[in-house]
């Protein structure tokens, strides 16, 4: 029902742009995580069907979500990027409300990869 694409190598201080696209459903509350390797998976940002953003502090003011509620996709475009960003990016959606705990999140995409390169 989530599709995630996007991801790639980019050199520190690029940009890179994610999208999400959902099917089947319309979800309220839509939001990106990411898992870097042998790390916890862990809140990046979340857009809410009346346009509210949250974002974690390690990507405040480099990262935006944005909403495109004709396709049912959202975006998350990555400016400034740090090699710290590097990890799988997961699409996340849900019709209950949003959540900074992965467990909150009832549906998935596959996940894409970022590689931020120093």
């Known amino acids: 029902q989530l599709q995630a694409s996007g991801g790639g190598l980019v050199q520190a201080g690029g940009s890179l742009r994610l999208s999400c696209a959902a099917s089947?459903?319309?979800?309220?509350?839509m939001g990106w995580f990411r898992q870097a390797p042998g790390k916890e998976r862990e809140f990046v940002v979340a857009?809410?069907?009346?346009?509210?953003?949250y974002y974690a502090d390690s990507v405040m003011g480099r990262f935006t979500i944005s909403r495109d509620a004709a396709k049912n996709t959202v975006y998350l475009l990555m400016n400034k990027v740090k090699p710290e960003d590097t990890a799988v990016y997961f699409c996340?959606?849900?019709?209950?409300?949003?959540?900074?705990?992965?467990?909150?999140?009832?549906?998935w995409g596959q996940g894409t990869l970022v590689t931020v390169s120093s």
């Open positions: 089947g459903r319309t979800f309220l509350f």
């Open positions: 996340a959606a849900s019709r209950e409300g949003w959540s900074r705990l992965s467990k909150d999140w009832g549906s």
């Open positions: 857009i809410t069907w009346s346009g509210g953003t």
